[in-house]
C-alpha cells in the first residue's frame, strides 16, 4: 500500500500515523522504550519516522489479516521532557476477527529488541536532516 494512503497527525508530543477517518483501534498494546534517545533538531520529524517504520513492521507481520487497518501513536521523546511511548493497535474491520492473534503479533513487534534498535537509529537520523 502506498504512503498516500496513510496520514500523521502531530499534536503537542504526540505523533499518530493511520488511515484518516480510522476509528479508535480494537486492539491496543503499548511499550516504552527505554534506551536514551539524543535530543534532535526536529523532535515531530522523529516521532514520524519512528511511527510509520513501527506501522511498516506491523503490517509485514499482519498481512494475513484481512480487514486490518494499524495505527500507531507515538508520545513524548525527545525535546518533551518524558519517556518515548509507544501505543501500536489496530482495528479489525474482517468478518472473522483475531484479536488475540492480533494482540500476540504486536507485543511480539513492540518488544523485539533488533526492531527497536532499527526504529530509533533510523529515527534518529532521519531526524537530523
Given at each position: 500500500?502506498?504512503?498516500?494512503?496513510?496520514?500523521?497527525?502531530?499534536?503537542?508530543?504526540?505523533?499518530?500515523?493511520?488511515?484518516?477517518?480510522?476509528?479508535?483501534?480494537?486492539?491496543?498494546?503499548?511499550?516504552?522504550?527505554?534506551?536514551?534517545?539524543?535530543?534532535?533538531?526536529?523532535?515531530?520529524r522523529f516521532r514520524d519516522?519512528?511511527?510509520?517504520?513501527i506501522r511498516q513492521d506491523?503490517?509485514?507481520?499482519?498481512?494475513?489479516?484481512?480487514?486490518?487497518l494499524p495505527i500507531v501513536?507515538?508520545?513524548?521523546?525527545?525535546?518533551?521532557?518524558?519517556?518515548?511511548?509507544?501505543?501500536?493497535?489496530?482495528?479489525?474491520?474482517?468478518?472473522?476477527?483475531?484479536?488475540?492473534?492480533?494482540?500476540?503479533?504486536?507485543?511480539?513487534?513492540?518488544?523485539?529488541?533488533?526492531?527497536?534498535?532499527?526504529?530509533?537509529?533510523?529515527?534518529?537520523?532521519?531526524?537530523?536532516?
Amino acid at each position: 500500500m502506498s504512503r498516500k494512503h496513510f496520514q500523521t497527525k502531530h499534536e503537542a508530543g504526540w505523533t499518530r500515523h493511520a488511515r484518516p477517518g480510522t476509528p479508535e483501534p480494537d486492539v491496543n498494546v503499548g511499550a516504552v522504550l527505554s534506551r536514551g534517545v539524543q535530543i534532535t533538531v526536529r523532535p515531530e520529524r522523529f516521532r514520524d519516522v519512528l511511527a510509520r517504520q513501527i506501522r511498516q513492521d506491523i503490517w509485514r507481520k499482519l498481512a494475513a489479516v484481512r480487514g486490518l487497518l494499524p495505527i500507531v501513536t507515538v508520545t513524548g521523546g525527545p525535546g518533551t521532557g518524558s519517556p518515548l511511548k509507544v501505543e501500536a493497535g489496530a482495528v479489525l474491520t474482517g468478518k472473522c476477527p483475531a484479536s488475540a492473534y492480533v494482540r500476540s503479533v504486536l507485543e511480539q513487534v513492540l518488544n523485539d529488541p533488533i526492531l527497536r534498535r532499527r526504529w530509533l537509529q533510523h529515527a534518529e537520523q532521519a531526524s537530523r536532516c
